[in-house]
């Protein structure tokens, strides 16, 4: 096998390095994918959507149905890893409470460095998905961090805590949420009488707004959407990972 | 009614019979009434054909068309009709017959029975009709299928090895060699319809490729048993004597060679097959097979075998006449497929009649038969004359007409075969019959008490007796329809 | 043997995406143990990110986000192409890296399954074990 | 309304997933209903799209958000895209239909968790067939295998290791296509199929070295998809050890889906002329499809597991299109998008056949059929049907689909293809007859005592998976008796792309 693997991986490797000649330059402004559509987004999306931030503007509106199916493709595989690990469903979330536990065992100075992150974290993370317009950030990266700080939260507490604040069921409803945001907002610019996703639409409904302006506000709608999606996901997907689906104990 | 619609009638009637067959389940006696009577107007619809066939009328039907210029279609021709006759008046005897022998013998499963019987009897009309080649090989695979479970209708050890042996071998034949070179000819040609002058006339093809696929149609149509695919048939004979009497001497060997003859005339053409290098292949394949075979027939114990073989000789004899490509050849061996149909459906009625009533299936047994089942051992002397070709049977016509077809090709050699065949028939049928009557039985002081089959069984086998000497007088308008079918005069 | 060095340097970032993919392409192979085929699998997928988000870079250019944004009175015939690097790629390898966790994910979930029920992440014992069912 | 059409097709399973997956927590019991509703939409908008594009002469587009392409995502939808969509979503209406039956059987409790990540495959699935968008077809693509590794995974017994080489081998094909793309995009700078084809024209690419790695890797990404001979390693494994409920939607689907794709770049993307130049490849394509045909065949005539020997029943199949496709004629391509449509509704026969007949008797070998003639003709009666496609027994669709394929490969001159062709119905007219025979004469209890055939009660397969089975039975035979439609309809997709 290793043989043969190794013969695999040169010949391909040959095979790359020989199509490599061909490309363009390290950093070529005139290579092909520099100039034809690229051009286009740098220079006109401001134009078209109001988002000075191009990738933004890009992932949410000119491919948004990529984006679409990208949060798909994360719902699907908390979906995925929940029904290969999951156990039969029974009542495990008795422990709710109110606040974190003073009294567990851990470190004291992970617990109050986290109780003190983590909502600057959130806070943050919120701030990563709404300046998504203007600056570097969006629905993926605040949905990862605000996932992040839960993950935080089991790894200073512990994972039956948390499932306690922000169960199984509620990752599922947060993600249905975030995902319908995202379709609703594509079906409700059809029902407006345009295509689907086709934000311009909105304007009819959105007080205050023009075409353009309406695909700006539309974007941070499905950013929303998008974090929300992820969000719960994620931490979803780490639940379930290290407590072998049984989601009582973990790290 | 419309005249072109009797062929489908024909066709379709046995396949609308199958659901009152089964519906009839609980009820045999109107379940093998509705058979009869289905057989019956399948006969009236083709016997209604004739005058308009002897007329020259065009009779054509495009079933559905498969591709532009690709038909599921019927026409009715000369050769055609006459293959239908055949079948349609033998299904009717079959099924009278069947009914004194599977009650008698206390087979199972007889809704079954007569279910794929009748669904072979429309395939088999189905391939009489075909307008293309098509057509012909759809009702030719439909007939494997349908009969697989006759042949294997016992359903012990040995029936499934048969039945998988016949299917095996027709399947393999027919898909690895018909389908591609019918496929070939399509791609080349465009046109799979039967034609008087043939279709691959102007088709430019290279003479090795026109013997390859002549090859690959002769050995493709494996139903007619051409050696050395033959091996089915003597294997298939496990099936009940119906089945074997009229799938095996008639209906599915016989779509065999009427393939082939199809080919020979409808595709090839006599007269551009004559131009093509290496046809005697052909001919010297089913002279081999013509002999060979009797001599195996002759060394047979078991008697539906030794039938079986003496079929793969006489179904080669067909492929023969054909292959001489002479207008008097060429009709022997038309009017042969209707000569040795009663003449060996004759015969495996007898072996059947004698099985039941005896329970004696090797021919070292039937000895001293004669006095127990006259009436049976007559029938089959009249079966066994028509097969050699004695008169006043109708062998004779046909046998004559090939012998005559081999003169006119100066084919020396064919001759020489058909007459040591003939022989040879004789070699193994005739001594049956002697030993029946003439050699003492086990024990001759006993007196012998006659014991012949039912009715049902000795009525069937009398009657296709009779038919065999009836159609030496009666040569004529079968004649008339394969010269209006091949346009000639002998 | 300037102008071959200079094809080299030039290209630099393809021999890099190219090697990441080999190694990746090797362990999902060879590697008997499941987590490191899956450590592969993810080391494979990175390679191919890395080289499309390299297309996209243009020499002295900076993020794809326009310059006082807020600002759209700067007319549309200001902005320099040259100036932002192309956004296309980051949006596609944002799908990408997003396709890679959840497969990952995935896999990783399947494995701790098969965890549980061979008691096994070799390669060669699971099949061992399932030999002898 | 009746524009925004191939969005219908695609939100319908999406938005029944989301739905599925919420009510599946409270009361999994109408998750069915609801897969069934949104599928049943999905079927209905797939007609309504086929019946619109019958209009058109070569389709028409539908801009996803409104930008144009390339600059955004194109949904294209020409004869071809409909017509696969349509069986896409009539197979997966089917398979999803009897997945009732078999999950009370196989994976009670389970069902939140089934129906939406099949629904949520179906969409994968619809989108790639409509999709314009090279890139968009790799998000659609994993969502798609994502989903079935989750399917396969679920299952129990060896279904777990099974699908881990599944995830090795899915992903590679995925990314050996997302990085052809890569150099696709690279050359071009375009994403959207059509704008592809006419850069590649227009700057005169089809030499360029990228452009034939690019193809090259695109290409092999869709052999591993598709699980063509000797590439199809994971396939066996994981479709024959997965839930019942879910082979039966993935076996007919996923490698076609493939196919289609694999078809739709080299025939939209790559032009025929682009293929005509490198001769060598289609060599080496048909005689690797040959070797897949001939090895599939031989191993499933090997097999003693019913869902085994159906799975290599697949990869013969598949060695079947992967061929035909390559023939460059008219009659080749028009074979193997015909058969794309017909060996989707025969594996989803006869995998719901064996589904029924494993959910009834409780095994899986091959014994299991005895006296199955007795026990459940009808069940039996319906799956012969497909076994009857399988060997290619007119007037079902798979004798079409091989006529147009052995005519094809005749005019090519592939005679190698042809013999494989032949043999491999050989081979499943000797698979379907063992079949038969045990089916036949075999009764449970007395193995070869036929004389006293015992009483045996009827053990059918149960209705719900009955039902789609019967109605795959008849499809089958419709789609052999409507063939000359449907092939006058691919045909006139085949002279669009200007294939000889």
């Known amino acids: 096998m290793k043989v043969f693997a190794f013969v695999l991986v040169i010949v391909t490797g040959i095979m790359l390095v020989v199509t490599a000649a061909d490309f363009p330059a390290w950093g070529d402004a005139h290579s092909p994918p520099n100039q034809y559509l690229s051009t286009h987004y740098i220079t006109q999306a401001e134009h078209e959507t109001a988002v000075p931030n191009m990738v933004t503007a890009v992932l949410a509106d000119y491919r948004g149905f990529d984006t679409m199916f990208e949060t798909a493709v994360v719902f699907c595989a908390g979906l995925a890893i929940a029904a290969i690990l999951g156990h039969e469903k029974k009542k495990r979330y008795v422990v709710r409470r109110k606040a974190l536990p003073k009294t567990e065992e851990g470190d004291i100075i992970i617990r109050m460095a986290t109780r003190f992150l983590v909502p600057v974290t959130q806070l943050f993370a919120m701030y990563v998905i709404a300046h998504g317009h203007h600056s570097p950030g969006g629905g993926f990266q605040g949905g990862v961090i605000l996932a992040a700080t839960f993950i935080l939260m089991t790894l200073a507490f512990d994972l039956k805590t948390i499932l306690g604040r922000f169960s199984e069921k509620m990752t599922l409803i947060w993600a249905n949420v975030g995902l319908f945001i995202y379709a609703g907002i594509g079906v409700l610019c059809v029902l407006l009488g345009s295509r689907f996703l086709e934000y311009s639409a909105l304007h009819k409904i959105l007080p205050g707004t023009d075409e353009i302006m309406a695909r700006s506000h539309s974007m941070l709608g499905v950013e929303i959407g998008v974090a929300l999606t992820v969000m719960s996901m994620l931490f979803a997907i780490y639940a379930h990972l290290v407590s072998k689906g049984r989601l009582e104990d973990g790290l | 009614m419309n005249i072109q619609y009797l062929p489908v009638v024909a066709v379709s009637i046995s396949l609308l019979a199958v659901p009152l067959i089964i519906l009839l389940n609980k009820k045999p006696n109107l379940r093998e009434a509705v058979s009869l009577l289905a057989g019956v107007v399948k006969l009236g619809c083709v016997i209604a054909l004739v005058p308009h066939v002897l007329n020259g009328e065009q009779i054509e039907i495009v079933l559905w068309?498969?591709?532009?210029?690709?038909?599921?279609?019927?026409?009715?021709?000369?050769?055609?009709?006459?293959?239908?006759?055949?079948?349609?008046?033998?299904?009717?005897?079959?099924?009278?017959?069947?009914?004194?022998?599977?009650?008698?013998?206390?087979?199972?499963?007889?809704?079954?029975?007569?279910?794929?019987?009748?669904?072979?009897?429309?395939?088999?009309?189905?391939?009489?009709?075909?307008?293309?080649?098509?057509?012909?090989?759809?009702?030719?695979?439909?007939?494997?299928?349908?009969?697989?479970?006759?042949?294997?209708?016992?359903?012990?050890?040995?029936?499934?090895?048969?039945?998988?042996?016949?299917?095996?071998?027709?399947?393999?034949?027919?898909?690895?060699?018909?389908?591609?070179?019918?496929?070939?000819?399509?791609?080349?040609?465009?046109?799979?319809?039967?034609?008087?002058?043939?279709?691959?006339?102007?088709?430019g093809m290279s003479q090795t490729t026109l013997l390859v696929l002549l090859l690959a149609f002769v050995f493709g149509f494996a139903k007619a048993a051409l050696m050395p695919f033959h091996g089915w048939l003597p294997g298939a004979m496990v099936a009940p004597t119906p089945v074997s009497a009229l799938l095996h001497a008639v209906a599915v060997v016989k779509v065999g060679v009427f393939s082939i003859l199809r080919i020979i005339t409808g595709i090839f053409g006599t007269d551009f097959m004559a131009q093509v290098n290496w046809h005697e292949i052909v001919t010297w394949v089913a002279a081999g097979t013509v002999v060979i075979s009797s001599l195996i027939a002759l060394s047979q114990d078991n008697l539906k075998r030794r039938l079986a073989y003496s079929t793969i000789g006489q179904l080669a004899y067909i492929i023969l006449g054909a292959s001489l490509l002479t207008d008097r050849a060429v009709t022997g061996s038309s009017l042969h497929i209707l000569m040795h149909a009663f003449g060996k459906i004759t015969l495996f009625f007898c072996a059947g009649a004698i099985y039941v009533a005896s329970g004696k299936k090797y021919i070292s047994q039937m000895v001293g038969l004669g006095r127990i089942m006259p009436w049976t051992m007559a029938a089959f002397l009249i079966g066994s004359m028509s097969v050699i070709g004695l008169p006043p049977t109708g062998g004779f016509?046909?046998?004559?007409?090939?012998?005559?077809?081999?003169?006119?090709?100066?084919?020396?050699?064919?001759?020489?075969?058909?007459?040591?065949?003939?022989?040879?028939?004789?070699?193994?049928?005739?001594?049956?019959?002697?030993?029946?009557?003439?050699?003492?039985?086990?024990?001759?002081?006993?007196?012998?008490?006659?014991?012949?089959?039912?009715?049902?069984?000795?009525?069937?086998?009398?009657?296709?007796?009779?038919?065999?000497i009836a159609l030496f007088f009666l040569s004529d308008t079968a004649i008339r329809l394969i010269e209006v079918f091949l346009g000639v005069g002998v | 043997?300037?102008?071959?060095?200079?094809?080299?340097?030039?290209?630099?970032?393809?021999?890099?995406?190219?090697?990441?993919?080999?190694?990746?392409?090797?362990?999902?192979?060879?590697?008997?143990?499941?987590?490191?085929?899956?450590?592969?699998?993810?080391?494979?997928?990175?390679?191919?990110?890395?080289?499309y988000?390299?297309?996209?870079?243009?020499?002295?250019?900076?993020?794809?986000?326009?310059?006082?944004?807020?600002?759209?009175?700067?007319?549309?015939?200001?902005?320099?192409?040259?100036?932002?690097?192309?956004?296309?790629?980051?949006?596609?390898?944002?799908?990408?890296?997003?396709?890679?966790?959840?497969?990952?994910?995935?896999?990783?979930?399947?494995?701790?399954?098969?965890?549980?029920?061979?008691?096994?992440?070799?390669?060669?014992?699971?099949?061992?074990?399932l030999g002898q069912e | 309304m009746s524009e925004n059409l191939p969005f219908l097709v695609i939100a319908a399973p999406l938005f029944g997933a989301l739905v599925a997956s919420l009510v599946g927590w409270a009361r999994p019991r109408y998750c069915y209903a609801i897969a069934m509703v949104?599928?049943?939409?999905?079927?209905?908008?797939?007609?309504?799209?086929?019946?619109?594009?019958?209009?058109?002469?070569?389709?028409?587009?539908?801009?996803?958000?409104?930008?144009?392409?390339?600059?955004?995502?194109?949904?294209?939808?020409?004869?071809?895209?409909?017509?696969?969509?349509?069986?896409?979503?009539?197979?997966?209406?089917?398979?999803?239909?009897?997945?009732?039956?078999?999950?009370?059987?196989?994976?009670?409790?389970?069902?939140?968790?089934?129906?939406?990540?099949?629904?949520?495959?179906?969409?994968?699935?619809?989108?790639?067939?409509?999709?314009?968008?090279?890139?968009?077809?790799?998000?659609?693509?994993?969502?798609?295998?994502?989903?079935?590794?989750?399917?396969?995974?679920?299952?129990?017994?060896?279904?777990?290791?099974?699908c881990l080489n599944y995830i090795i081998m899915g992903t590679i094909g995925a990314s050996f296509y997302l990085l052809g793309v890569g150099y696709l995009y690279l050359k071009t700078g375009s994403l959207n199929m059509i704008d592809l084809r006419q850069i590649m024209i227009a700057g005169d690419m089809h030499g360029s070295q990228t452009v034939i790695t690019g193809f090259i890797l695109i290409t092999v990404g869709f052999w591993i998809k598709m699980g063509l001979y000797p590439l199809h390693g994971w396939l066996?494994?994981?479709?024959?050890?997965?839930?019942?409920?879910?082979?039966?939607?993935?076996?007919?689907?996923?490698?076609?889906?493939?196919?289609?794709?694999?078809?739709?770049?080299?025939?939209?993307?790559?032009?025929?002329?682009?293929?005509?130049?490198?001769?060598?490849?289609?060599?080496?394509?048909?005689?690797?499809?040959?070797?897949?045909?001939?090895?599939?065949?031989?191993?499933?005539?090997?097999?003693?597991?019913?869902?085994?020997?159906?799975?290599?029943?697949?990869?013969?199949?598949?060695?079947?299109?992967?061929?035909?496709?390559?023939?460059?004629?008219?009659?080749?391509?028009?074979?193997?998008?015909?058969?794309?449509?017909?060996?989707?509704?025969?594996?989803?026969?006869?995998?719901?056949?064996?589904?029924?007949?494993?959910?009834?008797?409780?095994?899986?070998?091959?014994?299991?059929?005895?006296?199955?003639?007795?026990?459940?003709?009808?069940?039996?009666?319906?799956?012969?049907?497909?076994?009857?496609s399988m060997i290619g027994v007119p007037p079902t669709c798979g004798f079409f689909s091989k006529w147009f394929l052995i005519q094809g490969a005749i005019e090519g001159g592939a005679w190698h293809f042809v013999a494989a062709l032949i043999f491999s119905s050989l081979i499943n007219a000797l698979i379907f007859f063992r079949i038969i025979e045990l089916a036949y004469f075999k009764d449970v209890e007395h193995e070869d005592d036929v004389s006293h055939p015992p009483q045996v009660q009827r053990n059918e397969a149960p209705w719900g998976i009955r039902i789609p089975l019967f109605i795959t039975s008849v499809v089958i035979v419709l789609l052999g008796v409507f063939s000359p439609r449907v092939i006058n309809w691919i045909e006139r997709f085949v002279d669009s792309v200007g294939v000889t």
Request: glycine share 8%; hydrophobic share 55%; aromatic share 12%.
């Open chain 4, 236 to 388: 066996p494994n994981a479709y024959s050890f997965a839930p019942h409920a879910a082979s039966n939607l993935m076996a007919p689907l996923m490698t076609k889906v493939s196919v289609y794709v694999s078809l739709r770049m080299m025939l939209s993307v790559f032009t025929p002329d682009f293929l005509a130049v490198h001769a060598l490849w289609a060599q080496t394509a048909l005689l690797v499809a040959t070797i897949a045909i001939i090895a599939g065949s031989l191993i499933a005539y090997s097999q003693t597991d019913v869902k085994k020997l159906l799975c290599y029943l697949v990869v013969a199949e598949v060695g079947y299109m992967a061929g035909g496709m390559w023939l460059m004629n008219r009659a080749g391509i028009t074979g193997t998008i015909y058969h794309i449509a017909a060996d989707a509704f025969m594996t989803c026969c006869l995998f719901l056949g064996a589904s029924g007949l494993i959910a009834s008797t409780g095994s899986r070998h091959i014994r299991s059929f005895r006296g199955a003639t007795r026990r459940m003709p009808w069940t039996f009666a319906a799956f012969l049907v497909g076994g009857l």
């Open chain 3, 1 to 51: 043997m300037s102008d071959v060095l200079t094809f080299i340097i030039s290209r630099f970032n393809y021999w890099i995406y190219i090697v990441l993919m080999m190694i990746g392409l090797y362990a999902m192979i060879a590697k008997r143990n499941y987590v490191k085929k899956f450590i592969g699998m993810s080391i494979f997928q990175t390679a191919i990110i890395l080289f």
């Open chain 2, 397 to 468: 016509v046909s046998k004559w007409l090939l012998l005559m077809g081999a003169l006119d090709a100066r084919m020396n050699a064919v001759v020489v075969v058909y007459l040591v065949s003939s022989l040879l028939n004789a070699a193994y049928f005739l001594p049956i019959v002697f030993r029946g009557f003439y050699v003492p039985g086990d024990d001759p002081t006993k007196p012998v008490k006659m014991k012949e089959a039912p009715l049902w069984c000795l009525i069937p086998l009398w009657i296709t007796a009779l038919i065999s």
């Open chain 4, 38 to 162: 949104s599928l049943a939409a999905g079927l209905t908008a797939a007609i309504a799209l086929l019946v619109k594009v019958s209009g058109t002469v070569s389709g028409y587009e539908y801009r996803l958000g409104g930008w144009p392409p390339p600059i955004g995502i194109q949904h294209w939808v020409d004869p071809l895209s409909a017509l696969i969509l349509v069986v896409i979503t009539a197979v997966a209406f089917l398979a999803v239909m009897s997945a009732r039956a078999n999950l009370q059987l196989e994976l009670p409790g389970k069902e939140r968790f089934v129906y939406p990540l099949m629904l949520l495959m179906v969409t994968g699935l619809s989108g790639m067939t409509l999709t314009g968008d090279a890139f968009n077809l790799y998000v659609l693509l994993e969502i798609t295998s994502l989903s079935s590794y989750a399917l396969v995974a679920i299952g129990r017994g060896r279904a777990a290791a099974s």
């Open chain 2, 65 to 203: 068309e498969f591709e532009a210029g690709l038909p599921i279609a019927f026409r009715v021709d000369g050769l055609g009709l006459l293959f239908a006759f055949v079948a349609a008046s033998l299904w009717i005897v079959t099924t009278a017959y069947s009914i004194g022998y599977m009650r008698t013998t206390k087979s199972k499963n007889l809704t079954r029975f007569y279910s794929y019987f009748a669904i072979s009897l429309a395939a088999t009309l189905g391939v009489a009709f075909s307008a293309n080649l098509l057509t012909l090989y759809l009702f030719y695979e439909a007939l494997s299928l349908a009969t697989f479970p006759l042949v294997t209708h016992n359903g012990d050890g040995e029936a499934r090895s048969g039945g998988r042996r016949y299917l095996y071998f027709l399947l393999t034949t027919s898909i690895g060699l018909v389908l591609p070179a019918m496929l070939y000819i399509y791609g080349q040609v465009g046109d799979l319809n039967f034609q008087p002058g043939g279709v691959l006339v102007d088709s």
């Open chain 3, 53 to 129: 988000v390299s297309t996209g870079v243009k020499s002295g250019a900076t993020i794809p986000i326009l310059e006082h944004g807020h600002d759209i009175g700067h007319a549309a015939a200001a902005i320099n192409p040259d100036h932002y690097a192309n956004p296309l790629p980051h949006v596609l390898m944002l799908t990408a890296i997003v396709v890679g966790v959840a497969t990952l994910g995935v896999a990783l979930a399947v494995v701790q399954k098969v965890h549980d029920q061979y008691e096994t992440i070799e390669e060669p014992e699971i099949l061992f074990k």
